[in-house]
């Protein structure tokens, strides 16, 4: 069965290169706009990774990550976090807060598919 | 030799006068129109040194002559006091200067009313024997413009008519001193603030200065080298006769030189004009280091040829047949030479027209700030209350109180000024004028000096002005028996006004001086010695007298009043004096100073308070600023008693050791700016840092697009033509968002920091918004949204950028199209004239902006992502940009919106704003200056 991925950002054009490059890479793709719709998808069902944008309307990633975290039965999902603020301090905060891995963008698509490989297997 | 010359005609006179006059207005019109742009003329410090110099007037054009025929050397002890006082007193000045400017001192009456406790009762005594002094002097220059008029018509008939004998509507001096209302009206009340500038009238009076100097120099060129050979030669001749030799000793000036040199000295910061060019209209303290030097040598150069043209008069006229007051168009005349003698009129009007305006102007400020004001507030307190914007009443009080001070002055010539030779009607006044001389010097050296002790001294010297001066006046003209003078009143010779207590052998003027000054003096020590000054009057003291030391921010948290006050209060207060316009600049002021947002605090600071209170004070004086301020003070705080223990106790460690508080003092303020800039810098590196980051996630975001659709295109050679196609479109659309974006964040930051290129011309904003609409009128066909224009025919153009302006509106109709309903959109324009400006607004039917969000979304990187509508796809810099623009020309910007109806964008352009906001290239470094140009209310 493939892995699934939930895509959480709003930008439709960024969206639209990760469905098409998670899809080529034979995942299983949902997406959510904003952080509510987020926690609503996990909740309907939790998917193996997350790739969550920070700066997303109404809950910001951050607080996505922190309360799926917060859920001991959402253990299993890895979350790479995903920012266009290039400072240390949000890279820090996003690792503190429980995230698996931190990509800057602009992301290389080809480091960003090996990332996301290597959280799906390391975790399991 | 007389019999050549005919009078010229009195239309001739008459036709250069008033094109002279016209002149005047135009440059004082000028001077206020480059004033309002920002290039101001005054800030200059000749300019200054020759506004000061309308201390000559009509009566040194004519009547030094007249001295100098009289008593030789006689006439210079009133121009070496103020040489005098200029050379060796500028200390004083300068004091002075900072003061008043410290306190926004608007008259002598203000500062010494100010510095003694705000008292209006000073103030009004100070104001009332300004009038009373003064007045005979305004009389003097009509009648000077008069009898000059007379002279060049009836000559050689040198016989002075007597202006009684003129038809009152026929009368010259009748219309001058309606012409001289007019303009004193026009140039001297423009603002509401009396501390402020009077560009243009003191550009006038300059120019002025110049022409009485250049028409006074060409007479004594021609008399001295066209009618002699040289100054040699007229005083080898005047030598050889007896009667002249003594004149040029200083025997004929005798015993009068010292106390006439001590009096022109306490009047040249005594008159209220010279008080008014001098302190109140400065501009830069740093003016005053040239006009020391420069006053003085005005003086020089327009003195150097009084004794000639006294003593050529002397010689040429046979014994007595030319009044020596009129010897400076005489001459002229009798060797045919009447266009010099014209210029030499012109030259004598200049001089009193220059002196009634300035005169007017401090006098009307007085009478309306120390005198009507208080009893308005007084008396009339509660239909005052009522009134919500009294800067219009203030204003028309000034004007009326001009006619009515030139009224008087007029009558009084009528009356009584025939009588007296033009000397010693100016003496007298100087002599009143003096009074206020010692109240002024203790004002600023003696923190002892009270307000009882202030209000003996001057009324002490004034009566006993009153009584030696004054009353003999009127018994010389007949209002009282002569024997009061000669024998003093009912025969007690000991009381003799002319000679009280046996002293003679000296002149009235001199005599009156000394008797007044001693009573002045005295009652002011001896009171102020005796007295205990109340808590105000000790603080108002120690700012006066150490004003060096208490200078800015110390001074402000200084006489502070205690108690809390509502910033809503002293708002509403300040709107009713000042206007609601002014009182929006004086805070914005404040607020960009002190760095603070006015509108979040509930309570003012004392500084704010202060500052209030010292605007206020240039409107309607110091003493009822500080009553209307205590009117909104709100329970109590620190008491007056305490914050003068703070005073006395840091004074009395200041004195202990002065040289070791300068140094630590020099070390604190070293440390307190390090502290300061180095807060600001971290400030400065914050909000950096934060719209660094804004900036750099909104050019990664479009760059994100770009780079994984490039490497999916790379790495996707298999990809088929429809996807390839929308993945290099993404990749264009992208490329354009950056490249908007980049652009948008320059402009942005050319406008904020005043870098911007305006290209102003005068813009019809109906044709901007049909070009703006035809460029987007593609994108509204593809989406279908209907326009509706509301575009009022006929509105002025507004001075703008056209380019702007169109990226403005086109910003506005593109941020509408995003938010309209897809399919039904609907957009309708607005444009019209409103009061002052025009008005554009932009509806559509959207989904609207909660209220919440109205203030916000004009701020850079602001967007309103409301829940289904995702990101609009601007770069949250547009509507900042707007702003920005709106704001550069004068106008504003704003939504009206209620979620679910759609939004409304408005902005207005001011036409006013719009004509002054210069063409100038850089905006935005404002400063002091450029804030003072600003166009007032009212």
């Not at chain 2, 009332?128 to 008069?146: D, N």
């Not at chain 2, 100087?430 to 009074?435: G, I, R």
């Not at chain 2, 008797?515 to 020590?525: H, K, M, P, T």
């Not at chain 2, 979040?600 to 600071?605: G, H, L, N, Y």
Request: proline share 4%.
């Amino acid at each position: 069965m493939p892995k699934s991925i939930l895509v959480v950002e709003d930008e439709p054009n960024i969206v639209l290169s990760l469905q098409f490059l998670m899809k080529k890479e034979g995942f299983d793709v949902r997406v959510a706009q904003d952080g509510e719709q987020a926690i609503a998808e996990v909740e309907s069902l939790a998917p193996d990774l997350i790739l969550l944008d920070v700066m997303i309307p109404k809950r910001d990633g951050f607080d996505v990550c922190q309360t799926i975290r917060a859920n001991p039965a959402w253990s299993h999902v890895h979350i790479i976090m995903l920012t266009a603020k290039g400072r240390d301090i949000d890279r820090e905060k996003g690792i503190a807060l429980g995230a698996n891995d931190y990509v800057t963008k602009p992301f290389s698509t080809r480091e960003l598919i090996v990332k996301v490989r290597q959280v799906l297997n390391g975790g399991g | 030799m007389t019999d050549g010359p005919a009078a010229m005609p009195g239309w001739l006179i008459v036709t250069a006068s008033f094109g002279y006059l016209t002149l005047l207005f135009a440059i004082a019109y000028y001077g206020d129109r480059r004033a309002e742009r920002g290039r101001s003329l005054i800030s200059n410090p000749t300019i200054y040194a020759l506004s000061i110099a309308v201390y000559c007037t009509a009566w040194t054009f004519y009547g030094s002559v007249g001295r100098a025929a009289n008593t030789g050397l006689g006439f210079l002890p009133i121009y070496l006091g103020p040489t005098l006082a200029f050379a060796l007193g500028w200390l004083v000045l300068r004091k002075i200067l900072r003061i008043s400017k410290t306190h926004r001192i608007t008259t002598i009456a203000d500062f010494i009313s100010s510095r003694y406790g705000k008292s209006h009762l000073l103030g009004g005594l100070v104001s009332i024997i300004a009038v009373i002094g003064i007045m005979p002097y305004i009389s003097l220059q009509l009648k000077a413009v008069s009898t000059s008029f007379t002279v060049l018509v009836s000559y050689p008939e040198t016989e002075p008519l007597l202006a009684t004998d003129v038809p009152l509507l026929g009368d010259t001096a009748l219309w001058v001193a309606a012409l001289m209302a007019l303009f004193a009206i026009l140039f001297g009340t423009r603002h509401i603030d009396a501390s402020e500038h009077h560009e243009g009238m003191v550009v006038a009076i300059a120019f002025e200065s110049l022409v009485k100097l250049l028409a006074f120099g060409s007479v004594g060129v021609f008399v001295t080298f066209g009618l002699f050979n040289g100054f040699g030669d007229i005083f080898a001749r005047a030598e050889q006769l007896p009667d002249l030799a003594p004149l040029l000793s200083f025997e004929a000036a005798g015993a009068d030189w010292l106390p006439l040199t001590v009096l022109a000295m306490f009047v040249v910061f005594c008159l209220p004009r010279q008080f008014h060019v001098t302190i109140v209209e400065n501009v830069k303290e740093s003016h005053l280091n040239k006009a020391i030097w420069q006053f003085p040598l005005y003086l020089l150069l327009i003195n150097l040829f009084v004794l000639p043209v006294a003593l050529g008069g002397l010689l040429l006229f046979p014994e007595g047949s030319v009044d020596a007051d009129t010897f400076v168009l005489a001459l002229p005349l009798a060797h045919e030479q009447p266009a010099l003698a014209l210029f030499a009129f012109i030259g004598g009007l200049s001089a009193a027209t220059g002196m009634v305006i300035v005169e007017t102007v401090a006098l009307t400020t007085m009478v309306c700030n120390d005198l009507i004001m208080p009893l308005l507030l007084k008396f009339a307190w509660l239909q005052l209350a009522e009134r919500r914007d009294l800067s219009g009443l203030l204003l028309g009080i000034r004007r009326v109180a001009i006619v009515f001070i030139m009224l008087i002055g007029y009558l009084y010539f009528r009356l009584i000024g025939e009588t007296y030779a033009l000397v010693s009607i100016g003496l007298m006044s100087f002599a009143a004028a003096a009074q206020f001389g010692p109240a002024m010097l203790a004002a600023i050296y003696w923190r002892s000096a009270t307000r009882r002790g202030a209000i003996a001294g001057i009324s002490a010297g004034f009566v006993m002005w009153t009584y030696t001066l004054l009353l003999p006046s009127f018994a010389q003209s007949g209002w009282l028996p002569l024997s009061f003078v000669t024998d003093g009143p009912f025969g007690f010779a000991l009381l003799q006004p002319q000679a009280l207590l046996g002293m003679t052998g000296l002149s009235p003027v001199p005599h009156a001086l000394f008797w007044s000054l001693i009573a002045n003096f005295g009652a002011l020590v001896a009171v102020s010695l005796a007295d205990t000054p109340s808590t105000i009057e000790r603080i108002q003291a120690t700012l006066f007298v150490e004003a060096n030391r208490h200078r800015g921010a110390a001074a402000a948290r200084l006489g502070t009043l205690p108690g809390r006050v509502p910033v809503s209060k002293l708002i509403a207060m300040s709107e009713r004096f000042l206007g609601r316009e002014r009182t929006g600049e004086v805070l914005g002021e404040y607020a960009r100073n002190a760095n603070v947002d006015v509108s979040k605090m509930p309570f003012a600071t004392g500084e704010l308070v202060q500052y209030v209170e010292r605007r206020l004070s240039g409107a309607i004086g110091s003493a009822s600023a500080r009553v209307m301020i205590a009117s909104t003070v709100q329970g109590a705080g620190v008491s007056l008693d305490q914050i003068m223990q703070i005073l006395d106790e840091t004074s009395q460690v200041l004195e202990y050791s002065r040289q070791l508080e300068q140094k630590s003092k020099q070390l604190e303020n070293v440390t307190t700016e390090l502290k300061a800039a180095n807060e600001q810098l971290r400030e400065v590196d914050r909000l950096k840092d934060d719209l660094m980051s804004t900036v750099t996630h909104e050019l990664r975001t479009p760059l994100t697009s770009i780079r994984s659709f490039s490497e999916i295109l790379h790495d996707s050679p298999d990809l088929d033509i429809n996807e390839r196609q929308h993945f290099l479109s993404i990749i264009i659309r992208e490329s354009e968002r950056l490249t908007r974006l980049i652009n948008q964040v320059l402009d942005l930051t050319k406008i904020e920091t005043g870098k911007m290129k305006w290209q102003m011309s005068d813009v019809d904003l109906a044709d901007v918004i049909e070009h703006s609409l035809t460029s987007l009128s593609q994108l509204f066909e593809e989406k279908r949204i209907t326009i509706e224009r509301r575009i009022q025919p006929g509105v002025p153009t507004v001075r703008a950028d056209r380019d702007q302006m169109i990226q403005l509106v086109i910003n506005l109709l593109s941020n509408a199209q995003k938010f309209v309903p897809a399919g039904w959109g609907r957009i309708v324009v607005s444009y019209q004239q409103t009061g002052d400006g025009v008005r554009v607004s932009v509806a559509d039917n959207g989904p609207g902006i909660p209220e919440a969000e109205q203030t916000a979304i004009f701020e850079k990187f602001h967007q309103v992502r409301a829940g289904n509508t995702g990101n609009p796809g601007g770069s949250g810099l547009g509507l900042a940009i707007c702003r920005g623009i709106v704001e550069h020309l004068g106008g504003r910007i704003w939504v009206e919106s209620t979620p679910g109806e759609g939004s409304t964008f408005i902005f207005t352009v001011p036409f006013a704003m719009a004509e002054t906001a210069s063409d100038t290239i850089a905006t935005g470094s404002a400063d002091g200056e450029a804030t003072a140009a600003r166009p007032s209310v009212a």
